[in-house]
């Protein structure tokens, strides 16, 4: 594996799975992990690792189902207790007893939320884009869910078409539903087309996904109601369903860690108007017998983070806000050194 320079690639055997992991810095200055999301890796914070200062120790590990970290079931029931779990395991086979920055990304958001919610000490926690605070889809403003068995959500709203050229390998241009044609322009703002060396990294690390109903998108349960396919029990996209995934409980904190959120503004992933929600699909006709608004609302995915951000500051915590016009769903990418500015000045004062 070809890093840049100033960064290394280990594994390690942990109390609960074989975990691979990149690293950049002083080997016993403060850590600070980085937690990737759904569809990739630690490499894709490769890029930034080495202009984090080099004091830090910087770790971004492969989570379980990605990359080169050994291929182990979530149980999507426990939202992402698993990843947020695996994060400690780490930690503890690595030695590292102080409380570290977390970083997470989308997924990642959401496990370092449960990371601190189950009772683990953090130094800062850095939300990018992360997955809303009730989970994804099915749900309206409240977080409440359209219906009791939370159809709308799950491993059955990924695109069946997409994922046939994924569990294929296809790296064509073919068609509009390849990885190459799904993943830059919407993930990093790239050109399907784009040579670069950064942008070929980024697809094939997607490509180290395990697609399997123990992983990625996870089992599928049929529903009576609208659209037809309610959450199973096994994999990430089930573990991201509000019926599992939870973490507005932040604000009850006794001891807050300060919380930076970055956004990218033109997120179409984790935004008010998710193209990735099935009511937003529905209303534009691409699922057909959408109930309407009144039953099956578009989830206000940025609207959730901003407000249960906004209660954690009511109750005394600390949040610096790292909004990002004209960005995607990863402003570490598009918005390189604007973020690592935000991010540096805010882990050196937290």
């Not at 400690?88 to 920055?101: F, G, M, N």
């Not at 997924?107 to 130094?123: D, K, L």
């Not at 935004?271 to 929600?277: R, V």
């Amino acid at each position: 594996m070809d890093l840049l320079p100033g960064v290394r690639s280990a594994t390690v055997d942990t109390s609960r799975l074989r975990v691979h992991y990149i690293e950049s810095g002083a080997t016993d200055g403060q850590p600070v992990l980085l937690i990737h999301g759904n569809l990739s890796t630690g490499r894709f914070y490769e890029h930034v690792m080495t202009d984090i200062p080099s004091h830090y120790r910087v770790i971004a590990p492969d989570m379980r189902g990605f990359g080169r970290t050994e291929r182990a079931p979530i149980d999507a029931t426990r939202g992402l207790s698993d990843w947020a779990d695996d994060i400690v395991a780490l930690l503890d086979a690595l030695d590292i007893t102080e409380p570290p920055h977390l970083v997470g990304w989308s997924t990642g958001g959401g496990a370092i939320a449960r990371f601190v919610i189950e009772g683990h000490a953090a130094a800062s926690l850095t939300l990018i884009d992360p997955v809303a605070p009730f989970g994804f889809g099915g749900v309206g403003l409240d977080g409440s869910p359209w219906y009791d068995d939370y159809a709308g959500s799950g491993a059955g709203m990924v695109n069946p078409t997409f994922l046939e050229h994924l569990t294929a390998g296809d790296r064509s241009t073919d068609s509009p539903f390849s990885p190459r044609n799904v993943m830059p322009p919407t993930f990093w703002g790239g050109d399907p087309a784009d040579p670069s060396d950064l942008s070929a990294l980024l697809l094939e690390e997607t490509f180290t996904t395990w697609i399997d109903e123990n992983n990625f998108p996870g089992d599928i349960a049929a529903s009576d109601n609208w659209p037809g396919t309610a959450p199973g029990t096994r994999g990430i996209l089930n573990a991201l369903s509000p019926k599992y995934l939870h973490w507005n409980e932040i604000v009850d904190l006794q001891d807050k860690p300060p919380i930076l959120w970055s956004h990218g503004g033109e997120d179409s992933i984790i935004s008010d108007a998710s193209t990735w929600d099935a009511a937003v699909l529905g209303a534009a006709g691409l699922i057909p017998g959408w109930p309407g608004a009144d039953t099956c609302p578009t989830q206000p995915m940025v609207t959730q983070i901003r407000n249960v951000l906004g209660e954690y500051e009511q109750r005394g915590g600390r949040v610096v806000h790292n909004w990002i016009d004209g960005v995607r769903h990863l402003p570490i990418i598009e918005a390189r050194d604007e973020w690592l500015t935000a991010f540096t000045a805010f882990i050196q004062q937290a």
